[in-house]
């Protein structure tokens, strides 16, 4: 009888050894089951989503401005532009340029003619300018500079480097309306001249 208790005494020992054991590790450390990290866990916001609900770059952050193909402003607002192209001048003088830029539901002129005298010229259209604006500015051989009307103005209305042009002024309806449009512009200068007659 002795023997057939030893027999069972084993086994029960053994499995109330194995329920009473446990792991190595400190019972006081954090175990969590669904593999994510204790931060993780603490915080439901996404990766790109910062504690107080704005994402990294912020709520009210604009898109940069395009540093390969330029920006205008009209009536206060950015339109990114997506493509500049450089067209053939009117005249062969060194400094004429005539560029085209291309942005959403806007098109951009802006030319420079050197002749007898210096002219800035800039015009804008498409469905987001609500119609067709234009302006001309000259300069004489005295450094002034006028508007198409002939009123004096205070500058140069274009800035020319190497490689980018910027600038601004006030637009007339080129339709003879009393509306007008204020545009600003930064632009890259195209190093190939293409015929934008074709």
Do not use: Y
């Not at 020992?13 to 190595?24: E, P, T, W, Y």
């Not at 234009?134 to 274009?158: C, R, V, Y």
Request: with cysteine.
């Amino acid at each position: 009888m002795l023997g057939r208790l030893s027999v069972f005494a084993v086994p029960l020992l053994l499995l109330a050894a194995s329920a009473c054991g446990g792991d190595n590790n400190d019972s006081d450390s954090p175990t969590t089951t669904t593999g994510e990290t204790p931060e993780a866990t603490a915080s439901n916001k996404s990766p790109t989503e910062s504690p107080d609900g704005t994402d990294d770059e912020g709520e009210d952050s604009q898109p940069p401005a395009s540093d390969g193909d330029g920006v205008i402003e009209l009536n206060g607002e950015r339109i990114n532009v997506n493509e500049v192209r450089r067209c053939e001048p009117f005249s062969d003088s060194e400094g004429n340029l005539d560029l085209t830029a291309i942005g959403e539901g806007v098109m951009l002129f802006v030319v420079v003619n050197e002749g007898t005298v210096l002219s800035h010229e800039l015009s804008l259209q498409g469905s987001s300018a609500g119609g067709v604006f234009s302006a001309t500015a000259n300069q004489f051989s005295d450094g002034s500079w006028t508007d198409e009307d002939g009123q004096p103005i205070s500058g140069a209305p274009f800035t020319v480097g190497e490689d980018r042009i910027s600038g601004s002024m006030t637009l007339n309806d080129a339709r003879g309306g009393a509306d007008t449009a204020d545009v600003s512009f930064e632009l890259p200068i195209p190093s190939e001249i293409i015929d934008c007659s074709l």
